[in-house]
């Protein structure tokens, strides 16, 4: 009888950050957010006297003073990397995904942390496809949160201050934005298949299927690994 295997991994298992296991050279992609977390990497590699070559550095636009841009090219300098800043306005992504690739074709054929702590969702989908066909070999590094909002009391109040909520899009819900890096040919009559990921603020995937209107539709959920948090899936 035939012995059964297990499938291959589709993506390298998650493990904690090991300095010892990068060689220079180095390069850096990282977002000056507003959270503690978004400088937690550079903190890290600057207690371990890490030195990065290369560094592009995101600065979010509309401009909001809670982001960290200044903090955060204090901590570039400490670990010495060269640093190119490069924009990224949510209401016009299409310009950082043309600004970025010429960006990338500067770097060294060194290995590339990108540090999606403090990116969003579309914001990681650009820059891993820009990533896609370069030779460099990657490591992507996240920071956890001490504490996610909103929590399970902050959550349960919302609840009963919303009540029911309408199946209909009503308000708060901008323009539904795209960029060509992402995008493909749309073929007259051919259905379409909507991959999204869900959130707390349900009119987006709401605003999503009432302009596409897709045929099929995928949800990615995120299952959490700590206890704590396992509510959150099933409250989205």
């Known amino acids: 009888m035939k012995e059964k295997t297990e499938p291959p991994l589709k993506l390298p298992p998650i ?3 090991e300095a010892e296991s990068f060689s220079s050279p180095l390069t850096y ?3 000056a957010g507003f959270e503690d977390r978004a400088t937690s990497f550079l903190d890290w590699a600057i207690s371990r006297n890490m030195a990065i070559d290369n560094a592009i550095a995101i ?3 509309p401009y909001d003073e809670t982001n960290r841009i200044q903090l955060f090219k204090e901590k570039l300098s400490k670990v010495k990397a060269h640093a190119t800043w490069v924009i990224f306005d949510r209401y016009d992504p299409q310009k950082f995904s043309k600004a970025i690739l010429p960006t990338l074709e500067f770097l060294n054929s060194g ?3 990108v540090d999606v702590s403090a990116m969003s969702k579309f914001l990681i989908m650009i820059i891993l496809q820009a990533l896609r066909d370069r030779p460099n070999p ?3 590094i996240y920071t956890e949160a001490d504490v996610y909002h909103p929590t399970k009391e902050e959550f349960e109040l919302k609840r009963k201050e919303l009540g029911t909520v309408p199946d209909f899009l009503t ?7 795209a960029v060509t890096s992402l995008s493909s040919v749309s ?3 051919h259905p379409i298949l909507l991959l999204a990921f869900p959130t707390f603020n349900r009119t987006e995937i709401v605003a999503l299927y009432n302009e596409l209107s897709p045929k099929c539709m995928i ?3 995120g299952t959490p690994h700590e206890e704590q948090d396992k509510w959150r899936l099933e409250a989205i």
Do not use: C, N, P, W
Request: hydrophobic content about 45%; proline content about 0%.
């Open 59 to 61: 600065e979010y636009r």
């Open 111 to 113: 290995r590339i942390l």
């Open 138 to 140: 990657l490591t992507i």
């Open 171 to 177: 308000t708060d819900v901008y323009k539904i934005l």
């Open 187 to 189: 073929m007259q009559s």
């Open 15 to 17: 493990s904690h950050l």
């Open 29 to 31: 992609i990282g977002a």
């Open 219 to 221: 949800l990615f959920e």
